[in-house]
């Protein structure tokens, strides 16, 4: 009996008892139960005051506010936590709804206060302590708009604006629209994962920045170059793009612009939450096959003329190297992020197999990274196309894809990466990612083609580390 009063022995079982309290709480939602009885008991300690959201008004028309009010709730995190919850299928494939039941009770907090929302037929109740309620409520409903006008925008079908030769004053716009309805996201396109990641970061730390840029004077805008070899994947990036943001696109086609004058025309008729692109910009800068002068193209990368500087837009050039533009076209804040589109190495070679054709490994596989190892290379469009085209049989798929590696992919990759050692830019400073600028991919790397075989090694090393995208530009195993 004297183990009873052995002090190690009582802990222990004291140890044992707390343990298993709190796993009876936790299994059993007791602790739930406690919480919910014990705001119940603090309510009697409060003026309630309710408001009345109704469905229709007098003259049987729908109500805003109730349509705003239900898409806010409806978007509420604590919607899932609330009993009753309906599950509908959305529009997209495995999309799952939740949507209020009647007579469903939900919570809300805004700046410290407690909000209760009644789902009454054809009302939408809103119970708030009376001591919170001139504090808390106008700022609250005025959230409640904001919200739910973003996620009605997000749910709007998008729209694709090409320019058209203009007619002196033609009141119509020089814009002309169809529906945006490319399925590109960011996950259908074969890109290191960490530069996805990046770019959908950056994305949204810029929209979330809007008094950032306000205060220092700046035009809330951001603007990204793609640069690589054709068939690599930029216009899907673009359009990826637009769906993430669920922003319009205006593609302009400078070949189409009759002067400076006309592009700041362009520019000013456009509207905010919109990506504005011009492909293949050091082809027009080159061959000077445009109207628009170098300083035309300046000012508008400057975006100085939005008709709103507060309204976000998102420029997107594209080209197909950087190694003969004007420096002026590249510097930060003219080009804040650079994404380089390389040619197909086996990790995206992978990828590609997997979304074309459903593989995930195959016995050709290793014979692939070893013709991909020596240097060959071909453009995702290229591997894509012969994946497509021999959907039906993987094998047969995989021995096209090694056949034209083997004869048009010869040496592509080399000389893809002699091509990006020379491509310049602005060197960025560590650190400025976020609001700063940034080279998103690999590249900068230092290599001719007596060094094939030794590309081969520095290759296999470079997607290891090459995992980050690299603010410096330099790729340090390559030179
Ligand atoms: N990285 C990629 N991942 C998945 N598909 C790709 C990729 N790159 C290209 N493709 C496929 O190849 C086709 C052509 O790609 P895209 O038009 O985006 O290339 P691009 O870089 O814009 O070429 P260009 O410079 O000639 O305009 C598209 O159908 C796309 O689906
Ligand atoms: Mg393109």
Not at 268 to 273: D, E, G, N, P, R
Not at 460 to 469: A, D, E, N
Request: glycine letters at 6%.
């Amino acid at each position: 009996m004297t183990i009873l009063y052995n002090p190690f022995f009582l802990l222990f079982i004291t140890f044992v008892f707390l343990f298993l309290f709190r796993v009876v709480l936790i299994k059993t939602g007791l602790i739930f139960t406690v919480k919910k009885k014990w705001r119940l008991f603090e309510d009697c300690f409060h003026v309630y005051q309710l408001f009345k959201v109704p469905k229709f008004n007098e003259s049987m028309q729908r109500n805003q506010l109730y349509h705003k009010v239900f898409v806010y709730l409806n978007s509420l995190t604590s919607v899932e936590d609330s009993d009753f919850t309906n599950l509908f299928t959305g529009k997209k494939p495995n999309e799952i709804l939740l949507r209020l039941d009647p007579n469903q009770i939900i919570e809300d907090d805004f700046l410290g206060a407690k909000i209760l929302w009644i789902n009454e037929d054809n009302n939408l109740v809103l119970k708030i302590r009376k001591a919170d309620k001139r504090r808390v409520l106008r700022p609250y409903l005025q959230h409640i708009h904001t919200i739910s006008d973003d996620l009605d925008e997000k749910k709007r079908d998008l729209k694709l604006y090409v320019n058209v030769v203009g007619h002196g004053d033609d009141h119509k716009g020089r814009w002309r629209c169809v529906p945006f309805t490319h399925p590109s996201t960011f996950e259908t396109i074969a890109m290191e994962s960490d530069v996805k990641n990046k770019v959908k970061s950056d994305l949204e730390s810029f929209l979330k920045a809007k008094q950032y840029y306000h205060r220092l004077g700046r035009v809330w805008k951001r603007s990204y170059l793609l640069y690589g070899p054709s068939g690599t994947g930029k216009s899907s990036f673009i359009a990826a793009l637009a769906n993430f943001l669920s922003y319009d696109v205006y593609d302009i086609d400078l070949s189409k612009v009759s002067d400076d004058s006309d592009l700041k025309l362009l520019l000013l008729q456009s509207t905010a939450k919109s990506v504005i692109v011009i492909e293949d910009l050091d082809r027009y800068l080159s061959e000077k096959s445009t109207a628009v002068s170098l300083s035309g193209i300046l000012n508008f990368m400057d975006g100085m003329l939005t008709s709103s500087c507060s309204e976000e837009r998102v420029m997107v050039f594209t080209m197909n190297g950087k190694d003969h533009v004007d420096q002026a076209v590249l510097r930060p804040g003219r080009i804040d992020v650079h994404i380089h589109f390389p040619l197909c190495d086996f990790t995206a070679f992978k990828t590609l197999a997997n979304s074309y054709l459903g593989l995930k490994d195959h016995k050709l596989f290793p014979q692939v990274e070893e013709i991909f190892q020596n240097g060959s290379s071909l453009s995702p469009a290229e591997i894509g196309e012969l994946m497509i085209a021999n959907r039906n049989s993987p094998s047969r798929a995989l021995k096209s894809v090694i056949h034209a590696l083997q004869t048009d992919g010869d040496g592509r990759g080399a000389l893809n990466i002699g091509r990006r050692s020379t491509e310049n830019g602005p060197r960025k400073l560590s650190g400025e990612m976020g609001e700063g600028s940034g080279v998103f991919g690999k590249e900068g790397a230092n290599a001719v083609k007596e060094f094939k075989k030794l590309y081969g090694l520095l290759r296999v090393k470079s997607s290891r580390k090459s995992q980050s995208f690299d603010l410096n530009g330099d790729r340090k195993e390559g030179g």
